[in-house]
C-alpha cells in the first residue's frame, strides 16, 4: 500500500510539472521545447529524471541496441513520453506499454501538451 501511495504522490508531481509548463507556454509548440522546459521543473521539484533513456532489448540472451529511447525516466518508477501532437493515436499508448514492458517501471504516463489544454493517459502495468 505504501509503495502505491508513494507512486501516486510522485506521479502527481510529475503531472504537475508538466501542467506548469503548458500554463507557461501554451499549446503549440514543439517537443524539443517543451521537453526542455519541464527538465528544469523536475529539477526544481528535486525529482531525478534521465532523459532520452536507451532502450535496449534482450532476445534470447543478447542485448541487441534499439532505436528506442524513452523519453523521462523519473526517479526509476515512472516512464514518461512526451507528446507534443494534436491527437493521440493507439501507437503512441503502445510505445509506453513497450517501455514499460521492457523496464522495471511499474507506471507509465503518457502527455500530451501540444493541444488546447494539458491532457493525459496513465497507463500501468503491474499492481
Not at 523521462?72 to 510505445?95: F, I, P, R, T
Not at 507506471?107 to 494539458?118: F, K, N, W
Amino acid at each position: 500500500m505504501r509503495v502505491t501511495s508513494n507512486i501516486n504522490v510522485l506521479t502527481r508531481e510529475i503531472i504537475g510539472a508538466h501542467i506548469d509548463v503548458h500554463r507557461e507556454l501554451g499549446p503549440r509548440l514543439l517537443e524539443s521545447i517543451y521537453a526542455t522546459c519541464v527538465h528544469r521543473e523536475l529539477t526544481a521539484r528535486g525529482l531525478r529524471f534521465e532523459r532520452e533513456r536507451p532502450m535496449p532489448i534482450v532476445y534470447k540472451g543478447d542485448t541487441l541496441q534499439s532505436c528506442y529511447r524513452i523519453d523521462l525516466v523519473v526517479e526509476g518508477l515512472v516512464v514518461v513520453e512526451l507528446k507534443a501532437v494534436d491527437h493521440l493515436l493507439s501507437v503512441h499508448e503502445a510505445q509506453v506499454l513497450t517501455y514499460l514492458k521492457l523496464t522495471d517501471c511499474p507506471v507509465g504516463l503518457l502527455i500530451i501538451l501540444r493541444i488546447s489544454a494539458a491532457q493525459r493517459l496513465t497507463c500501468t502495468q503491474k499492481t
